[in-house]
């Protein structure tokens, strides 16, 4: 059966090169595209890929330029007060109308809460091959030969993707650089707004106005452990991260005793997070932490325990006592700061 968004036999290149085409769902949050779109769209021009990208939600469309400073050749862009929350029905749509304007040979999309429904129901929807969760993409040689951590990252598997037909991915945020890059005039085709099959509506998203940085585009995170003892240690490390406009996460022993809420937990049954730099303070580094931090580029541990297995993972160990050793930090960023 021909699925219903297949790419027109018309719009196939059959001369193009092997995987020279991307597009990208640009995920959005707070009005704002967000930096893991932009490590995409900086992966495809380190490629030499055309890029091309797809914005879906409501007053979105002021984003299609901050998507083509970064290298989106075209931009396609659904923007109606009817998408502002996401519905995976309209919102695969409108992705597969575009697939099918764009005709990539590659979807990608980051691995955030809105890319891990959509990723899956777009692939269904173009009977596209689908891996989730990447962290490394190689297009050398006409093939897609993508890295995903597997089974709380005790595994890292290498996954082939047959060559034929579209591919869609999902990939964590941090496995790639955003270029450092200003916006400029999109070349915008608007897409039809999608109607929703009614099965699911979100009627309202609520959410907390903490004023935090989010630990998904946090570049750098400052995480604590139950070595904090309580929730006066919680707010001992927290300067930290106030000092370094870090993201302050914690492990799962944090959350369970109340020191900390659910959406600051790091790990396998938390958020998973690949910031540029990431301290564990007072963290031992069970399995199930490093399920959620270990793809950080640089990890810097405090424990006091010299066999701690957070050391095995970490770029920089610190063994001492983390109520000795963060004030020490504090004044030595500091001294940096100023
Ligand atoms: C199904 C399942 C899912 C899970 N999901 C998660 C998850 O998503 N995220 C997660 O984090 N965990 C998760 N866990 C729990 C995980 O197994 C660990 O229990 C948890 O990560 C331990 O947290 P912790 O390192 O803070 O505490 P602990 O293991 O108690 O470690 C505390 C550390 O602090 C150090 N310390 C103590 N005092 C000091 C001091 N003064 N100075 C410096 N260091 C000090 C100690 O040496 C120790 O290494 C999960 C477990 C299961 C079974």
Redesign the pocket.
Known sequence: MQCPNAVPECLIDRNRKPMSKILIVADVKGGEVRKSSLELLGKAAADGLTAEAVLIGAGVEGQADVLAGHGAAKVYVADDASLENFAVDRYTAAAADAVGQSAPDMVWLSASETGKALGPALAARMEAAFVSDCIAVDLSDGEVVVLRPAM?TKVIQKVRIKKDGLKVITVRSGAFDAADAGPKPADVTALSIPEGDGRIVVKEVVQEQTGRVDLGDAGTIV???????GPE?VEFVRPLADLLEAGYG???????SGWMPFDL???????VVSPDVYF??????????L??MSGSKLIVA????PD???FSVADYGIV??????VPVLIEEIKKHKT
């Open positions: 709380a995480s604590v452990g139950r070595g904090v003892k240690g914690a492990s799962r022993a944090v959350v369970d937990q790091v790990g396998q049954t938390g958020r564990a303070i007072g963290i031992s580094g069970a399995i199930q932490h399920a959620g405090v424990n006091k325990d701690a297995p957070i001492g006592d983390l109520f000795k050793v």
